[in-house]
């Protein structure tokens, strides 16, 4: 007995070993900026130095251009995406191209940014307001100002049409109830014309040529520290996000290692990686960047990821409606 007890006990110990043994090659598809990407591999890299990571970067739509003609040819390559948005994700879900992982530790974060299932995580809060010019005469404190006069003809916006954090943002503000379509409506009244993603429109705002926008966080709160002509909003009503989830996928070639990626991502170590990157953490216990309010004092807007993918077509259509192709 006592021999068979032994047996028993180094074979747990062995499986347990064979678990911890987080080795072999790592396969990323990210949206991250490539100084951001080679930052997060080079850290996950040092905390796991027997994995070698390779990592393709492209936008978000890029990313999932490559990774379905992948998908067509029965030849997926990545084990892990970190990409834009939880949209994205759903629609993978929905397919079963996403592997579970129920055992990550997420209790800390906020459950509205997690997939109930343990598909995908949330690993930062990339939130979506209002910017203005410091020149301008009206400080914006929520969304309906930007249809009073002094906004008239002053307006920047991205287009969903091109941006994903663009068209989450259209998602949160239609379903909102003090402002849904008609929000959208007044605001082409107001001669808004949204076209091409965020950057043009900060740089709209930034150089006066527009005095009020809608931008996602970190252009004006980084660029303002340097002295730009820019505040962003927090606007009352609250702030879309995209969140930057993480998932392993289904067809993942070393899923032991692509867990530990996802762990290092959520963990405290991985969170306040992102905001030394200059982002905001998903991660309540960490403290955001310089110029960024702490974590409960900023308003999410409800959003539904599973409604946003199912409406997707039919909200482009009515925005294009709108404001024209």
Do not use: C
């Not at 909200?315 to 404001?323: D, G, L, Q, R």
């Amino acid at each position: 007995m006592r021999f068979a007890l032994s047996a028993l006990t180094a074979a747990l110990l062995s499986t347990s070993a064979m678990a911890a043994d987080i080795s072999g090659k790592l396969v990323l598809y990210t949206s991250q900026p490539n100084a951001d990407a080679q930052q997060t591999v080079d850290a996950f890299q040092a905390k796991y130095p027997d994995v070698d990571v390779e990592w393709v970067r492209d936008g978000t739509t890029k990313i999932m251009a490559k990774l379905r003609a992948e998908f067509e040819a029965g030849a997926p390559q990545p084990d892990l995406l970190l990409i834009a948005d939880m949209v994205t994700m759903e629609g993978l879900e929905a397919e079963g191209r996403l592997m579970p992982y129920t055992d990550a530790d997420i209790s800390a974060y906020d459950p509205a940014l997690m997939d109930d299932g343990g598909h995908y995580f949330s690993t930062k809060l990339i939130t979506t307001g209002i910017v203005y010019n410091t020149g301008a005469d009206m400080v914006p404190t929520s969304y309906a100002d930007l249809l009073q006069e002094q906004a008239k003809d002053k307006l920047a916006m991205p287009s969903p049409l091109t941006s994903g954090a663009a068209t989450i943002h259209m998602a949160a503000i239609t379903a909102h109830p003090d402002l849904g379509w008609d929000f959208y409506e007044g605001l082409a009244a107001q001669g808004a014309n949204p076209q091409g993603g965020n950057g043009g429109t900060y740089k709209a705002v930034a150089g006066g040529e527009k005095l009020y926008g809608f931008v996602v966080d970190f252009l004006p709160i980084r660029n303002k520290l340097e002295g730009a002509p820019v505040e962003f909003v927090f606007p009352s009503e609250g702030v879309s996000a995209v969140t930057e989830p993480v998932a392993i996928l289904s067809t993942a070639k070393n899923p032991d290692a692509a867990k530990a990626f996802v762990d290092f991502l959520i963990s405290q170590e991985g969170q306040q990686l992102a905001a030394d990157m200059g982002y905001l953490p998903a991660h309540p216990a960490i403290t955001p960047p310089e110029g960024f309010p702490a974590l409960p004092d900023i308003k999410l807007l409800d959003f539904d990821p599973a409604k946003a993918l199912a409406d997707d077509q039919e909200n482009k259509m009515k925005f294009t409606e709108i404001f024209g192709g």
